[in-house]
């Protein structure tokens, strides 16, 4: 007798297997249910299958055949992604690029690396922080996130406000294109390429333009010190205008954070309590680096400033220690909310600074007239928030209500001038929100950009953009163009 | 007896007059003579006329009107780009947009400016710098160049290794697109808008995209000082050792400029001595800015890192009279080879700062096999080159010889991993050197890009791109992919 050599149903998983190794690839429906969504879990789908390239010619043979059987596909990497960027919508094929993960290069003569897309944000700093480099972007999720997903996402984190979003750190990149073919953008530390910046088109497109393979980043010179201030407000204005009066006297904070009293009483009663009184009404985490006699000058000036607007009481880190216990409350602020509400949805708005004031107060209006309560947890320097809505998803309704909510927050933003998303991404949670700030006209601009690289819309389909309201004619459109240029 | 009424025989002529005014176009031969060139000025051609229209509505309708009557134009600001992005190759109409030159907005507490596109680079600055701001952007022209002209070209200055180019100081843009219609692309503040970064397509697309109507900038808080360091080389590698040095030190400096001693010998033949040795093989001069504690710090570990590499002699500063007579030196620095040379070609290479010895040592070969001295002034810190090609056009052939030489200086950092242009951009000058550094298939990628926002090539043609060598097949496989999606 001789076992059957195991053979599976579906061809296209055969050829999968072929590609890149039977190991590689997952297809029971056990298996599958770990992908149905990524950090944003309200909406779930399922995959035809994930597979696990090990090399750049291997993810350009997979999409080569995914092209070719006009098969959609998602790239994947950590799946921490808040909006649903990788979440399959049914049927998609998706291309994890988690055993991608070497650090290729250093080059600190000419302060960059290079990595795999699977590469763990965090790992870049630990590996050259020897040599006192560090990599700026820092997502909150930096321990488990990868670097080819903060391309897709132009991942921000807390000192994106001095250091810029990942599109200031990304030099070139490797890209697979839809079709399966292989370019280069960008080159190793030049910074203005000629031609169109197809690279910073790249970044942040949400995995619909290209499979990103490998990246080339910016290193930075690790600042000589820094500096942590908290401060304690009673009135969520006076918090509000010390922040403008601190960006407006020149400093410019490596971070410059706030919370309001909900998401105070949530952090405190998750795991990591620092003693912040319960009784305020916004809490600033600011911190300043750089040279030793700068940033203790920008530390006083920041004491100043808070005085000024009627602080509680304000306060200098004593040690590198209690500054570390101040940022791990905060940075684990949205999970903190676990500890006051069985379910919370985030959002993340972005407002000009000087409207701060007035949004909050259209935010706690929609808190009322719903009944659900809204933390706000934000990077105040550059006017991104993070309104957090606590809801019941056992009480009938309250989830849909919540989303309903957290839609209103982002158009209360848009109204101020601001946009819908600050770090988070759009994916499949916000397209319908992409209306509240582009005109069918932007948004075709943009859908027609996405035909030139994706013309069959097999990557990542039906994310980013909400179904055009006229769609045939912007089609007939296209092709009319393209008839007179043909 | 009465004037019969004049009547312009070009009924196109008579059209845009109709939109503009009959006093805001220009069609004599004579008038035209002005726009048969930008900067660079070894290539001109004849434009049909240039109209002049004094807000967006006007800007609209004039392309609307030639897009229907399928004539190309180009917009022009200040004329001062030095790749001929702004020159007519036969025919177009020129859309000057010097008459939208207002400073619309100012909002310090948000910390941005809303501007014309003709609005003169330098005037921000002045507006705002009682207030203590600036506009970082810096080029050597931006006593004349236009905002508007700095967008097209992505312009940088000496500045820009600390502060960035132009499209890290945009905010966002009014753009007209080719077929007339108005856009607005991101939003004023936002740092990150999601959806495609269209505004990062549209900076640096030289013209090619849209005409840019109304600009969003970021200003900047002007540094409570800064300090001027001059240092003497001996020799070339030293100078290059110093300022690997100094950026791994950690420093990043406002501005790090180099000078070799050809150019050196033209900057002191030329209307700003101030008694450089011509006998020394480099220059740098550098600045430092930030709070008073960590420049002066910076400009003593600077002089340290020279001392450590043989400089002759090193010196700061004594007071802001002696930092601007060396910068006023510098900044004329193309200029002053007039004073040595009745020609000369200016070429705007980047390579990776380490290669810098190699490719000096590459340019010095070029020099002495095609005859003709080459000066090298250079942004040293971001690798930026601009070697100074000094010919003599009345010589039978010398200007070709000339032509070839910068393109030889070009692939030379093309070879070391570098690009083709830093600032000065591509325009009809080095359409063909982008095949140095782009393979066929990336400069597809751009003209299918260029053909989503401009379909007919009517805006700016033929300029950025080489001709494409397999044309006819790239126009098929759009025409497919198309047919595929419609």
Redesign the interface.
Known sequence: MFRKKERHSDPLIRKLMKLVGKEHVLHRQADLVAYECDGFTLQRGKARAVVFPGETKEVSAVVRLLHRERVPFIARGAGTGLSGGATPLGGEVIISLVRMKKLLRV?????TAVVQPGFVNLKLTQAISKD?YYYAPDPSSQYACTIGGNVAE?A?GAH?LKY??T??HILGAEVV?PDG?V???G????????????L??I???EGT?GVVTEITVRIL??P?GKQTILAYFDDVEDGSRAV?DI??A?IVPAALEMMDRTAIEGVEAANFPVGHPLDIEALLLIEVD??E??FQ?EAEDIVDVCRKWNVREVKVAKDEQEAAAWWANRKTGFGAMGAISPDYLVQDG?I???RLPEVLNKIRAISQETGLRIANIFHAG??NLHPLILFDAQKPGEKEKALQAGSRCLKACADA???????H??GIE?KEE?RF???D???E??T??????N???LLNPDK??PQPGRCAEV??E??E??G???
């Open positions: 080059d600190l003569d000419n302060r006192g132009n921000g994106c810029g979003v599109t200031n294109l073919e370019i280069r953008l080159e190793d530390g030049i910074p203005d390429q000629p031609g169109y910046d197809l910073g088109l970044t942040g497109s333009l010179k690790a000589e403008s960006i407006s020149g750089g040279i006699a700068g000058s972005v000009p600074r000087s550059d006017g001038g601001g946009s819908i998303t600050g770090e991404g759009v916000k992409m700030i582009f005109t006209e932007e948004i601009a943009q027609r950009i996405r035909s030139v690289f013309p069959d819309n980013l953009f089609k007939q296209i092709k163009q393209q007179l240029k043909v």
